[in-house]
C-alpha cells in the first residue's frame, strides 16, 4: 500500500476513533443530566444522580451510615460510605451512639450523630470524609448552613454556632433557651427551631429572638409561597413572611419520636402541600382545601409494614420517598425503599434490601431513617 492510500485510512480510523470518544462521553453525559450543576466532565462523581438514605443501625452493634439510591434502579447501594472511606465508620469506637440526622450545604453531606457521636462532613458526589469532629459529651440533633461556612448545629442542651469548614463547635446561643432542641430550618432573614419549649424564630443575620410559640411541638417544612409549616401535633400551623400564623384541624395527628428524631412533616416545591404519615396512611393537605385532609393520599399495601423514620419529598423528580422495613427483631433485616408521585400518589418504584428476616442479622438491619437530597 502506498502513501498515498494510507493517508484516506488514517483519515476514517480517525473519524471512527473520534465518534466512539464522542458517543461514550455523550453517555456520560446522560448519567450527570439529571443532576442539575454537576459538570458532565467530573467523571469522580459517583454519588450525584440520586439520593441518599440515612441508616441508625443496630447500637452497640454496628455503626449508622449511608446508603445511595441511583434514579430509576432497582436496588439501592448499601453503605456506601464504607466503601467510599475504607477502614472508616461514621460512629464513636464503642458505637455507642446513633446516626440520626443528615443534610446537604454547598455539595457538602454532613452527618449528625447523637449520644457522643461525631459530626461529619462529606464531599456528596464522592462520600469521601473530609473532617470530623468528636466531642465526648456531645448529644446532637440537626445542621443547619447559615452562610458560606458558618452555619448552626442543635444539641440536647441548645444552639451552638459551628464553623462548617473545620466543623469546630464554637458558642452556644444566648438568644435561646439551653434546652433540648431538634429541628432547625433557614428561611429568608429568619431561622426556625423547634426547643422542648416551643418554636423559637431568631434573626439569620445577628442570632438574636424574634419570636415564639409555645404550642408548636412539631416542624419544620416550606412550601414556595414562603410558608414555614409546624404542628402542635393535632393542627398544622402555617407561619407567613410577616410571621402571622394559620391553622388547620388534622383528623388524624402527626406523631413524634422527640426532639432528637427528623420531623415528620416534609412539602411540596411544585405546590403548597405539606405531608405526613400515620402508620401506613400518608397525608396530603393542600393548603386552603381542608376536604385534601379527609382521607389518606396515600395508603402503603405492604404488610407487614412499618414507615421507618421520616417520609421526604424529592424535589428533583416531584416524589415521595418512604423508608420502612417490616418490623422489629429478625423483619428489621427486611428494608424498603418506596417512591410515590407525589402529585398523583401513584407508586413508581419499590425496592426491597437486607435479607428475608426469618434471622436476626445485623448486618442488614439498618433501619433506614431519612433520605436527604440534592
Same mark, same amino acid.
Given at each position: ?188 432573614? /429568619?431561622?426556625? !427551631?423547634?426547643?422542648? *419549649?416551643?418554636?423559637? @424564630?431568631?434573626? &439569620?443575620?445577628?442570632?438574636?429572638? %424574634? =419570636? ?115 418490623? /422489629?427483631?429478625? !423483619?428489621?433485616?427486611? *428494608?424498603?425503599?418506596? @417512591?410515590?408521585? &407525589?402529585?398523583?400518589?401513584?407508586? %413508581? =418504584? ?25
Amino acid at each position: 500500500m502506498n502513501m498515498y492510500m494510507k493517508r484516506p485510512l488514517q483519515k476514517l480510523l480517525l473519524l471512527l476513533t473520534l465518534g466512539m470518544l464522542l458517543d461514550a462521553c455523550s453517555k456520560d453525559d446522560d448519567y450527570f443530566r439529571e443532576r442539575p450543576g454537576i459538570d458532565p466532565i467530573e467523571k469522580g462523581a459517583p454519588y450525584a444522580n440520586g439520593f441518599f438514605v440515612i441508616t441508625e443501625d443496630s447500637y452497640g452493634q454496628t455503626a449508622g451510615t449511608v446508603h445511595f439510591y441511583v434514579y430509576g434502579a432497582d436496588t439501592i447501594i448499601t453503605r456506601a460510605y464504607e466503601k467510599a472511606n475504607p477502614g472508616k465508620i461514621a460512629s464513636n469506637a464503642s458505637l455507642a451512639n446513633t446516626l440520626q440526622f443528615a443534610t446537604l450545604y454547598n455539595q457538602k453531606l454532613y452527618l449528625v450523630s447523637k449520644l457522643n457521636g461525631p459530626i461529619i462532613r462529606l464531599d456528596a458526589r464522592t462520600l469521601k470524609e473530609e473532617a470530623r469532629y468528636s466531642q465526648e459529651s456531645g448529644n446532637w440533633r440537626s445542621l443547619i448552613g447559615v452562610k458560606d461556612n458558618l452555619g448552626l448545629v442543635s444539641a440536647a442542651d441548645g444552639v451552638y454556632a459551628i464553623d462548617l469548614k473545620t466543623l469546630g463547635v464554637q458558642y452556644k446561643l444566648t438568644s435561646v433557651a439551653a434546652v433540648n432542641t431538634g429541628d432547625m430550618l433557614k428561611e429568608g432573614n /429568619y431561622i426556625y !427551631l423547634l426547643q422542648a *419549649n416551643g418554636a423559637k @424564630i431568631i434573626d &439569620a443575620a445577628n442570632y438574636s429572638f %424574634v =419570636k415564639g410559640f409555645a404550642n408548636i411541638n412539631r416542624g419544620f417544612a416550606r412550601t414556595p409561597n414562603g410558608k414555614v409549616w409546624a404542628s402542635t401535633g393535632n393542627r398544622l400551623i402555617a407561619i407567613d413572611k410577616n410571621l402571622d400564623t394559620s391553622g388547620v384541624a388534622l383528623p388524624v395527628s402527626i406523631g413524634s419520636f422527640g426532639l432528637d428524631a427528623p420531623t415528620r412533616i416534609t412539602a411540596s416545591t411544585k405546590e403548597n402541600a405539606v405531608f405526613y404519615h400515620s402508620g401506613p396512611a400518608i397525608y396530603k393537605y393542600v393548603e386552603g382545601n381542608a376536604g385534601s385532609l379527609s382521607q389518606p393520599f396515600i395508603t402503603i399495601g405492604e404488610s407487614p409494614f412499618m414507615v421507618y423514620g421520616a417520609i421526604r419529598y424529592d424535589r428533583n423528580k416531584d416524589y415521595l420517598v418512604v423508608n420502612g422495613i417490616k418490623g /422489629y427483631g429478625g !423483619l428489621a433485616g427486611v *428494608n424498603f425503599l418506596l @417512591i410515590y408521585n &407525589a402529585s398523583t400518589g401513584a407508586l %413508581v =418504584k419499590k425496592v426491597t434490601y437486607g435479607n428475608d428476616g426469618s434471622v436476626v442479622d445485623f448486618n442488614h438491619i439498618y433501619f433506614p431513617e431519612l433520605a436527604v437530597f440534592y
